[in-house]
């Protein structure tokens, strides 16, 4: 089964702070992302990235910025975490290409508070 | 731009019942649909996937389908219990081909015992 973590389930943080999420999946997937979900918006996609030193922005890449350094860890940057960017963060996962592997596994998220 | 629209209203049925959620889209022919299952403070997970020549797919009490006419999937949830209870998504393929799906926003299915 793949397996899809997060670095943390909950995050409290100070307005202006640097906030760095990570996400490791261990099944060789090409492919990662970074979703922000939030009551009635629905899933959103931050960044993504298609392979290692990738990376394409998504629909809402402002106030974010990412980084993979090697195939299997991904990570999410808040430069300087504003209240707004309160969120669950979701890291996901999916094989690269491929008529029948584009479903996407997800870690378990993280719960972002910034004050 | 493609969308999709799932009923933003909670579906409360009662254990044992089938539950049928609904998945409409326009502006696109998507190739696949998936459904996915979240759970209060969780991530998504995977469930199904059917695709466009498919009109059915079943998965033990899991049924969906996939009507390209009327641009809507069903999803049912037969002998339902309360563990079924959380919202599920539907997925379709990015569109122009590409692997990131476009996500619709869920219908939270309530199943009272």
């Known amino acids: 089964d793949v397996k899809v973590t997060q670095s943390s389930r909950y995050l409290v943080k100070r307005t202006g702070e640097k906030v760095f999420l990570e996400c490791v999946q261990d099944?060789?997937?090409?492919?990662m992302f970074w979703y922000r979900q939030d009551p009635g918006l629905g899933l959103r996609l931050i960044y993504f990235?298609?392979?290692?030193?990738?990376?394409e922005k998504g629909d809402i890449p402002e106030g974010y910025s990412v980084s993979r350094e090697k195939k299997e860890r991904f990570s999410l940057i808040l430069e300087s975490a504003s209240t707004n960017q309160t969120s669950m963060y979701l890291c996901?996962?999916?094989?690269?290409?491929?008529?029948?592997?584009?479903?996407?596994?997800f870690g378990p998220g993280t719960r972002l508070l910034v004050l | 731009s493609q969308k999709i629209e799932q009923n933003s209203e909670a579906l409360n049925i009662q254990e044992g019942k089938t539950a049928t959620l609904t998945c409409n889209y326009t502006?696109?022919?998507?190739?696949?649909l998936q459904w996915y299952r979240q759970d209060p403070g969780r991530g998504p997970v995977f469930l199904l996937l059917?695709?466009?020549?498919?009109k059915e797919k079943r998965k033990e009490r899991l049924k969906v389908t996939f009507d390209t006419t009327l641009k809507q999937s069903l999803f049912h949830i037969t002998a339902s219990q309360p563990a079924d209870s959380a919202t599920y998504l539907c997925?379709?393929?990015?569109?122009?081909?590409?692997?990131?799906?476009?996500f619709g926003r869920g219908t939270s299915l309530i199943v009272h015992p």
């Open positions: 996901a996962s999916s094989l690269r290409g491929g008529w029948k592997e584009e479903t996407q596994y």
């Open positions: 099944m060789d997937h090409e492919n």
């Open positions: 990235s298609y392979d290692v030193k990738m990376k």
């Open positions: 502006n696109y022919s998507p190739a696949y």
């Open positions: 059917i695709r466009e020549n498919e």
């Open positions: 997925a379709l393929d990015g569109a122009g081909g590409s692997y990131i799906p476009t």
